[in-house]
């Protein structure tokens, strides 16, 4: 027995000073930075293929695009130069002209073309995404000059937008995978005419179109190619390890020599890690108040706060009694004090949402003029006026608590999501202030998210929480709440309304198509929504504004915080991030590293 | 060695028809979970930002992989590849083969849990008897006590603290992979202390949260023959001390055999908190994120290869049990 307990404290001591002897391993060997992937898990045995949902391939490290978006809010059309190094539109946007970096490589040292990028639409078509931006032709100008266009007699207004963000693979990887007749494949699949042998040929076509994307998804090139910064060199499930790739076109300008991605599978990971030290950046990821103490108190850890298109709702199916009447979501929304809610909720990154209008805070300055802004009710915390207005309602108060029209007390399930911590105690702190108020409300947690989403579009909840103002672009942002929800869907290019009868078809909102504004004006906001899809810009600004108004009036919603983007870096090993440009920090470090940013601090 | 022939056909042939059972009842119960693999990529895209239009024709190649025949016809599909030992094509992974991923998250659960089971049920075994024989000692009051509390501690509360502490707090020890992916994989210094040293915390995790178990239920066990005739006659014909431990071990070791031999069989089930808490990439974290994402046939086959280890370990028991216990072959 002794010699089994001396052999048993060896094993652990050995054990011990092993590990120990490697805590830092992964970090770090001065030029090595790490940091979370945040879009996809890192699975090994996925191909290295950036069309596959989890494949090895990882923006702006390895998988490059044209450019990249600035995000920014106001001009959807700013980027940072990717594989793309220029790029113009005719006068109405419906042709785009790309001229690539003229140094531009794969890492097997081949040079990028005009081809490849032709090669990577045909491709982009199998998976359904040139089709969202309308993209009609490609014309290959020279080695580094290539003309894509629209479809004929199409106008969408984020056509340089979608273009610019699609990805580029290499033909001579690629082509093999496509049939030689594909841009024939293409243009039948793209008929639309009433011509019965076309659109027969066109039916076929898009099914040919949708067995090649299968196709595409599943290939597994033995190596990985890549033409960005960085290629992959090795992976396990929990890291990937990828290395400077020296054909990159601007390889001067990257002083990282390898990258460690880490894998992602919850923000309690990005937590540790950034409160053990371990990460040079760090994505946006929602946290407590502690957390954020934790990390900020470790050692050259900086927060950096930018601009996040999304907002926190407490949302209504009108199918519930008594929620379509729109008195009474007023009512609701001058109960609800905003301020307590997101202090408890979300107090890290939120900031109470000073408007119900379908959008964040910060973009409805840009959109909304001083004249539509003076018709919104802000709806601040008034609890005699809500009294008034249920009263009018036909509601009556009997021991403080609110009996309904039909004679039956008022009770509230509010739903939320179990993980997500600021919709709970969201929905903790509206019940407490309902209670209050007279309404028996209570929080419900629904175990997913899939569920969620399942439950809501069969209409199970009457109230429950809801991402909107979604993106930089208009169209997203509206489309949150006069999109699906509401019943709203393009069909064979057509908008197609589905009312609430039908719930099949996920109108778990149930607002009227269409409504009367106090101006007098008669909208239907699902038209109004769809046509931001295709309006230029510089024409949306009047849509928006009776979007905005028609939010307001209704209240299908009732906005409750606008989110903030806050990442992290760590100035410990690299200096130099863009901390100052927020549309280039929203984007991967891969693309900060390719524009000359992120200096290891030896080599200052 | 008829009888025993006789007796293992038998227990395999039900062992294969336990498992068509329970494939064909998975089959069925997960895919009436709410929600779909469609409607959780789609809205996975929307968060990134593409328009409805766009994340609509991007989830239309995932639709690819997600048969659309009745559910009757998929049943069959089903049944007979699994014949074929096909378990089909991954949703969440487009394109990826199910038994491609199982076999890449298996090893990493093995090594976690199988060390942990191997260490917890030593140390526990060990401290176990020492509880029990000097059970009026304060060492034998001490072993009861950590045994007590150790077991009383929830898995996830022990990872959450062991992570607290060798993480944030004193931040020692590595988590996040199973070996850090800049050292090339291979039977190498650099390499094998990697690996020991990101496996160290959900080891320690499982092995002291099982320990307990083990420690205690050894104790009763041994206090129970302790009080046994021939312990006491071997005491009367002056037996050495050695040689009565092992007695009593011998015999006290049998229930805990079997709970030891079962345990290996649900260690296919991962340790899913632990695995969740240190981000280790074993079966439990692959069985969470399949339901996250509603990917049917992978969630199908992360539990037939849990009920296939559960099955086999009951036969494997049944078997070595009467090879340890003579009694139970009369």
């Not at chain 2, 094509?89 to 487009?94: A, D, F, L, R, W």
């Amino acid at each position: 027995m002794k010699r089994l307990s001396f052999f048993m404290m060896g094993a652990v001591l050995a054990l011990s000073v092993t590990a120990c002897g490697n805590t830092s391993s992964s970090s770090n060997t001065g030029t090595q930075f790490t940091t979370v992937y945040y879009y996809h898990p890192i699975s090994p045995g996925a191909p290295k293929n950036p069309f596959n949902a989890t494949g090895n391939s990882f923006t702006s490290f390895d998988k490059m695009q044209l450019a990249w978006s600035a995000d920014s809010a106001t001009n959807l059309n700013k980027f940072y130069p990717g594989l793309a190094q220029k790029w113009s539109t005719n006068a109405n946007g419906t042709t785009a002209t790309i001229e690539l970096q003229p140094n531009a490589k794969w890492s097997n040292g081949k040079p990028v073309t005009a081809n490849d990028v032709k090669t990577s639409m045909a491709v982009a078509f199998t998976q359904g995404t040139a089709q969202s931006f309308s993209l009609g032709s490609v014309k290959v100008l020279s080695q580094k000059k290539v003309e894509l266009s629209q479809l004929p007699g199409s106008k969408y207004n984020l056509f340089l937008h979608d273009l610019l963000q699609q990805t580029v693979v290499p033909d001579f990887q690629y082509s093999g995978q496509l049939p030689k007749n594909i841009w024939t494949i293409i243009q039948q699949s793209q008929y639309s005419g009433t011509d019965k042998t076309k659109a027969a040929l066109a039916t076929k076509a898009q099914g040919e179109l949708t067995a090649l994307g299968k196709k595409i998804t599943q290939f597994a090139p033995q190596t990985d190619i890549s033409a960005g910064p960085f290629v992959l060199q090795r992976l396990n499930p929990g890291e990937a390890y990828l290395v400077k790739n020296k054909y990159f076109y601007a390889n001067s300008k990257v002083k990282v020599d390898s990258v460690s991605l880490r894998n992602y599978t919850g923000n309690q990971q990005i937590w540790n890690y950034l409160t053990s030290g371990q990460l040079d950046a760090a994505p946006f990821t929602a946290m407590p108040q502690n957390v954020l103490n934790n990390i900020i108190r470790v050692k050259n850890n900086q927060k950096v706060v930018s601009p996040s298109y999304v907002a926190a709702s407490l949302a209504f199916d009108q199918n519930f009694y008594p929620y379509g009447n729109t008195n009474v979501r007023k009512a609701l929304a001058y109960v609800i004090d905003r301020n307590a809610v997101q202090k408890i909720a979300e107090p890290v990154v939120g900031t109470p949402a000073k408007y119900t209008d379908g959008m964040i805070d910060s973009v409805a300055k840009n959109w909304i003029d001083p004249s539509t802004q003076s018709k919104m009710d802000p709806y601040n915390l008034n609890i005699s006026k809500a009294t008034s207005i249920l009263k009018k309602e036909g509601f009556k108060k009997t021991n403080g608590k609110w009996i309904m029209p039909d004679g039956k007390p008022w009770t509230m399930n509010i739903y939320a999501v179990d993980g997500f911590s600021d919709w709970i105690q969201g929905a903790k702190v509206i019940s407490t202030e309902l209670t209050n108020f007279g309404i028996d409300a209570n929080p419900n947690i629904v175990s997913s998210f899939a569920q969620y989403q399942a439950d809501l579009a069969a209409q199970k909840y009457a109230v429950g929480f809801w991402l909107d103002s979604l993106g930089a672009s208009m169209y997203t942002a509206f489309g949150r709440i006069y999109g699906l929800p509401d019943g709203y869907n393009v069909v064979g290019g057509k908008l197609v309304h589905y009312t609430q009868k039908d719930k099949t078809q996920g109108n778990w909102i149930g607002l009227p198509e269409t409504l009367k504004l106090a101006t007098g004006e008669t909208v239907n906001p699902g038209e109004l929504t769809n046509e931001l899809n295709t309006l230029p810009v510089s024409q949306q600004r009047s849509n928006v504004q009776k979007l905005a108004l028609t939010t307001n009036e209704y209240v299908p919603v009732i906005e409750l915080w606008d989110y903030v983007n806050i990442q992290f870096v760590n100035t410990s090993r690299f200096t130099n991030f863009p901390v100052h440009d927020m549309g280039l920090m929203n984007n991967q470090p891969g693309v900060w590293m390719s524009l000359g940013y992120v200096n290891p601090k030896s080599s200052k | 060695m008829k009888d025993f022939s006789i007796r293992l056909i038998w227990r395999i042939f039900s062992g294969i028809i336990m498992v068509l059972v329970v494939a064909s009842l998975t089959f069925f119960l997960v895919r009436m979970m709410p929600g779909n693999p469609v409607d959780a990529q789609y809205n996975q895209l929307i968060m990134q930002g593409m328009t409805p239009v766009q994340a609509q024709n991007q989830v239309r190649v995932m639709y690819g992989f997600i048969p659309h025949s009745s559910l009757a016809s998929q049943y069959m599909t089903y049944i007979a590849n699994l014949l074929r030992l096909n378990l089909g094509q991954s949703v969440s992974y487009e394109g990826v083969s199910v038994s491609h991923i199982i076999l890449n998250a298996a090893p990493w659960t093995l090594i976690l849990v199988f060390t942990g089971l191997v260490a917890s049920f030593l140390i526990g075994v060990l401290a176990g008897v020492i509880a029990a024989i000097k059970r009026s000692s304060p060492m034998g009051t001490t072993l009861t006590i950590s045994g007590s509390l150790l077991h009383g501690v929830p898995q996830f509360v022990m990872g959450l603290l062991l992570a607290y502490v060798f993480t944030t707090l004193w931040p020692i020890l590595p988590f996040g992979a199973p070996y850090d992916s800049s050292i090339a994989a291979g039977f190498n210094l650099p390499f094998v202390s990697s690996l020991i040293s990101h496996a160290v915390l959900p080891v320690a995790t499982y092995a002291l949260s099982s320990y307990g178990g083990w420690l205690l239920t050894m104790k009763s066990s041994v206090i129970t023959v302790l009080g046994d005739d021939f312990i006491l006659a071997s005491e009367i014909r002056g037996l050495k001390a050695a040689t009565r431990v092992r007695y009593i071990a011998h015999n006290a070791i049998l229930p805990l055999f079997t709970l030891f031999t079962l345990s290996i069989g649900f260690m296919f089930g991962g340790s899913v908190f632990i695995e969740n808490i240190f981000d280790y990439p074993g079966l439990g974290n692959l069985l969470l994120k399949s339901i996250d994402a509603r990917d049917y046939p992978l969630m199908s086959g992360a539990f037939l290869l849990i009920t296939i280890a559960v099955i086999i370990s009951n036969i494997v028991t049944d078997f070595l049990y009467s090879m340890v216990d003579p009694r139970i072959r009369r």
